[in-house]
């Protein structure tokens, strides 16, 4: 294996099972008992943030900033 000393663009991959993902809908209905993996982001709550009642995403605001840790 030559190597080239940065990150190249593209790069070969041997030896990985490929994974198929499923086709995430342009729509969110809200009818689950939780939010798809989708919703997931940085700094995530660790208290519940938010509420799903009949069809509708209910979010409980925080103070927070982006700048703060």
Same mark, same amino acid.
């Given at each position: 294996?030559?190597?080239? $000393?940065?990150?190249?663009?593209?790069?070969?991959?041997? $030896?990985?099972? +490929?994974?198929?993902?499923? =086709?995430? +809908?342009?729509?969110?209905?809200?009818?689950?008992?939780?939010?798809?993996?989708?919703?997931?982001?940085?700094?995530? +709550?660790?208290? =519940?943030?938010?509420?799903?009642?009949?069809? =509708?995403?209910?979010?409980?605001?925080? +103070?927070?900033?982006?700048?703060?840790?």
């Amino acid at each position: 294996m030559q190597t080239v $000393g940065r990150v190249l663009a593209t790069e070969k991959a041997t $030896g990985l099972t +490929p994974v198929v993902f499923k =086709k995430e +809908p342009v729509r969110d209905e809200f009818d689950e008992d939780s939010l798809r993996f989708c919703w997931n982001f940085l700094r995530t +709550p660790f208290e =519940k943030w938010y509420q799903l009642e009949n069809g =509708k995403l209910i979010i409980n605001v925080r +103070p927070n900033s982006v700048s703060e840790d």
